[in-house]
């Protein structure tokens, strides 16, 4: 079975500035996808970025980049010129290619972005 | 453009009664659902999935019970209600059964069990 692992419990980050959200994940399957989602105070799951096994590139989707290391097993969300709104609880996630898309998400970071 | 709505938003139930919470997809066709709880400070657990009317598989065996009377209706439910099953209880979709399906969440349930 699939596993993710997050091992910042918080993070904090000063306004404008960059930073990294670490996830290490764990499967035998050559064919998953790695997803991150945002989760505000609020309780909705808001989707952030994809990542395929198979893709060459690193998946960028405007201030979020997702830092793609498939030997050591990594999937870092990378966030860029950190907003007020960025604060909120991230989780990464993934799924396997076989079977259904159930997906198996990590305990989360939770991430405050101070002005 | 598609949507997920849940409800209700918020709940707060006795030990021991029923339960009945629901998901209603807008803007797609035989999707697959999800419902998933997260406990406080915690992450997700999947409960139940659906790839189609009247098919249903569980992940974790407990008190709940989950019925999709319709293509894009998913209803999680109990007879009893336990105080652990107080969290958060979300809905999702997504369009197919790869790995590159994004699945898309609901607003969310509160549920406190007293």
């Known amino acids: 079975a699939q596993k993710i692992t997050q091992t910042q419990p918080g993070m904090f980050v000063q306004e404008k500035e960059a930073v990294t959200l670490d996830c290490t994940y764990d499967t035998s399957d050559q064919s998953y996808g790695l997803f991150w989602y945002k989760q505000p105070s609020s309780g909705e799951m808001i989707f952030l970025i994809y990542q395929g096994s198979y893709d060459e590139q690193n998946a960028t989707e405007g201030r979020y980049s997702l830092n793609f290391q498939k030997a050591r097993k990594s999937a870092n969300l990378v966030i860029s010129a950190s907003q007020l709104g960025d604060s909120a609880m991230y989780f990464c996630?993934?799924?396997?290619?076989?079977?259904?898309?159930?997906?198996?998400f990590g305990k989360g970071t939770m991430l405050l972005v101070s002005p | 453009s598609q949507t997920i709505h849940q409800w209700p938003a918020t709940l707060v139930q006795p030990v021991g009664s029923p339960l009945s919470l629901e998901c209603t997809v807008e803007g797609t066709s035989n999707p697959n659902l999800y419902w998933y709880r997260q406990a406080a400070g915690r992450g997700l657990q999947l409960l139940f999935y659906?790839?189609?009317?009247?098919?249903i598989s569980s992940e974790v065996p407990q008190n709940l019970s989950a019925s999709r009377p319709q293509d894009r209706q998913f209803i999680l439910s109990s007879k009893k209600l336990l105080l652990s099953d107080s969290g958060f209880y979300l809905c999702a979709w997504t369009a197919g059964s790869g790995s590159a399906d994004t699945q898309y969440f609901g607003p969310g349930t509160r549920l406190t069990v007293l």
């Open positions: 659906s790839v189609g009317i009247g098919q």
């Open positions: 996630a993934m799924t396997l290619n076989s079977g259904y898309s159930t997906l198996t």
